[in-house]
């Protein structure tokens, strides 16, 4: 028997903002607020609970999020932790992850990402441009926590390797595609 399709939404918020000189990536402006606002209203219009990963700044975020959700350790052990912590939390099939460095992911993409994966509901799904994979941007099914957390537990720390150990499938953009100008520099969050 097969369980319907159901999502919360993610946002990876947890960095120690190495590039942008130890700033909150989350926090950087985007068009006028802080890009964590940007896209917890664009997640919330997709419906679902939003989650937000974040490791300081709790207070702020909370404003912008149903929950928080931060790494097991302390230490900033990358994205995969933020994952990992956020697909414990998740009370639905499916958890739809976005990075925060990606302020420029609209509604009609996440919409195309979430069918991809209710396509293929027991892999992870996420974005390719010709060669390059985007496996940050990407909807892991809740089922497979055991699998992530025994990775974890034998020392992976790389979404993308651990997506493709689990056959993800995949959603193929043109390159080149403005909506996933990832924004890591102080210089980039400055030309947005």
């Not at 700033?23 to 937000?52: C, T």
């Not at 985007?134 to 651990?162: D, F, H, K, N, Y």
Request: proline share 6%.
């Amino acid at each position: 028997m097969s369980h319907p399709f159901t999502h919360s939404s993610l946002i990876l918020a947890g960095g120690q903002g190495s590039r942008l000189a130890g700033r909150d990536k989350g926090l950087m402006v985007f068009n006028g607020e802080p890009v964590a606002a940007h896209l917890s209203r664009l997640l919330r219009g997709l419906g679902g609970e939003l989650l937000i990963s974040c490791n300081r700044n709790q207070a702020v975020y909370a404003a912008w999020a149903d929950r928080l959700v931060v790494d097991d350790e302390p230490g900033f052990f990358g994205p995969l932790a933020g994952i990992l912590a956020g697909l414990r939390a998740c009370t639905t099939s499916h958890l739809l992850v976005l990075p925060c460095d990606m302020p420029k992911v609209d509604n009609a993409l996440l919409q195309e990402l979430l069918l991809c994966a209710a396509t293929q509901p027991l892999r992870p799904c996420m974005l390719r441009t010709g060669d390059t994979w985007q496996p940050l941007l990407c909807v892991i099914p809740r089922a497979l926590l055991p699998q992530m957390e025994a990775a974890w537990r034998r020392g992976e720390r790389s979404p993308l390797r651990w997506q493709l150990a689990q056959q993800s499938g995949f959603l193929a953009l043109a390159e080149g595609d403005e909506r996933l100008h990832n924004a890591n520099s102080l210089e980039d969050w400055t030309q947005l």
